[in-house]
């Protein structure tokens, strides 16, 4: 499926140009009622943390109430939906994933096109993968891991949360980089492949740094690298995939999307207050924590994001022949 990037670059950039006055007019200053927060994820996630951590955040900046609404299923696509039978008013956002980048090429036949869809309203974060081992495989690091899978090939099994996840894509591309053959096995979620992994029922996941880390720094887990192209602050003891495999980069990110057609000054309030909330010392921290790099920008600069992102996983995903569940 081929996606106009181009188009949806345009748009996003002309988005300040949009004539919005008389919308404006008749909702008065924006936000004059609650708004709602769909998460397509359910509750205790990485995904409904940043959510929540946030609409705290524009409720006290803004005077009125972000409610954050778990619609799970579908890999999100639920959630996408909701959103787009809802008003373009800026009345109802979506928590924008990897999965949106990694759904245009992995379902055939949704009922929506997302970079033509969805105006992007700003990033928030991005969040290594972690490779980890249970400790029983024998290797200490990524070279040593790859000597040891192509030395038993189609013996090593692979975890993820599912087909389609980041932990899945994670895993397909170094698969496709290093040559290596692992059998991969796909949970309903990251907690049941993590309890695995650590019983020994499988031996490598390429787990989402905030559900792994925990694991790691108990020693239940070996972490071998992190996915991002750059050591994360949150293990800076272990190294980046790309110190030893060139060009790999992985992660997990998150921002704010809205119905196309939204007025363009409900965008920039919206774009300008998640800038200001995850630029705020006590929020980065909490992102910190778990692993996550809080990240600023424009609208057109989450557009960038959002194209790219398709068109890196789409190669990935048809490579791999990676079906959905």
Request: charged share 15%; net charge positive.
């Amino acid at each position: 499926m081929k996606f106009p990037r181009r188009q949806f670059l345009h748009l996003a950039a002309a988005a300040a140009a949009l004539p919005a006055a008389s919308q404006i007019a008749r909702t008065g200053t924006y936000p004059d009622r609650p708004v709602h927060w769909i998460v397509g994820a359910p509750p205790g996630g990485a995904l409904d943390f940043a959510a929540r951590l946030l609409s705290r955040w524009l409720s006290q900046r803004l005077g009125q109430a972000f409610v954050v609404e778990n619609r799970t299923g579908s890999g999100g696509n639920i959630a996408t939906e909701l959103v787009l039978r809802s008003p373009p008013d800026g009345y109802t956002l979506l928590l924008v994933a990897l999965t949106a980048a990694v759904n245009a090429t992995l379902y055939d036949n949704l009922p929506f096109n997302f970079i033509r869809d969805i105006a992007p309203v700003a990033p928030i974060s991005r969040e290594p993968n972690v490779m980890v081992v249970h400790p029983a495989v024998p290797a200490k690091s990524v070279p040593e891991f790859i000597a040891y899978a192509k030395a038993n090939p189609g013996k090593i099994t692979m975890a993820s949360s599912g087909n389609g996840t980041s932990v899945h894509i994670a895993g397909e591309l170094f698969k496709i980089m290093t040559g290596v053959n692992l059998i991969h096995v796909p949970y309903r979620g990251g907690a049941p492949a993590l309890t695995d992994l650590i019983a020994g029922q499988v031996q490598v996941m390429f787990a989402i740094a905030s559900s792994s880390i925990e694991y790691v720094r108990a020693g239940k887990l070996r972490a071998l690298a992190v996915t991002t192209t750059a050591r994360s602050p949150a293990l800076p003891e272990v190294p980046a995939m790309s110190e030893f495999v060139p060009g790999y980069e992985a992660s997990t990110w998150l921002g704010v999307g809205v119905r196309k057609n939204t007025p363009a000054e409900i965008i920039n309030t919206l774009n300008r207050e998640v800038n200001a909330g995850i630029s705020d010392p006590k929020i980065k921290e909490r992102f910190a924590d778990l692993g996550s790099t809080v990240v600023a920008g424009s609208p057109s600069d989450f557009a960038q994001q959002i194209a790219d992102e398709t068109e890196k996983w789409a190669k990935v995903i048809r490579a791999a022949n990676i079906k959905p569940e």
